[in-house]
């Protein structure tokens, strides 16, 4: 489909030395890879919806806009947890 043609190549991340800077050695600064959840849950420990996730390596993204644009997003909900209280 073009959802998975598009996806692999725009939305799979590879570690490259832009993911080291700014001392973020051993580890992408980006947080790749993503945590694989198998179903998405409400965790009340963080007061924070975890999505599902089936590849840690690929950017959450909208299936929408990822075929009628064309290009690289990372779409993430902030409507709970640690996330939220940044805003």
Known sequence: SE???CGEVLQRHHC???CHKYGNEGHCR???PHEEVDVSHFDAETN???FMCRDGTVNYFN???LVSCHHNH???CILSGLDNESI
């Open 63 to 65: 299936p929408y806009i």
């Open 3 to 5: 959802v998975k043609k």
């Open 30 to 32: 980006f947080l790749f």
């Open 48 to 50: 924070s919806v975890v």
């Open 16 to 18: 490259r030395s832009v």
């Open 74 to 76: 990372d779409i993430k």
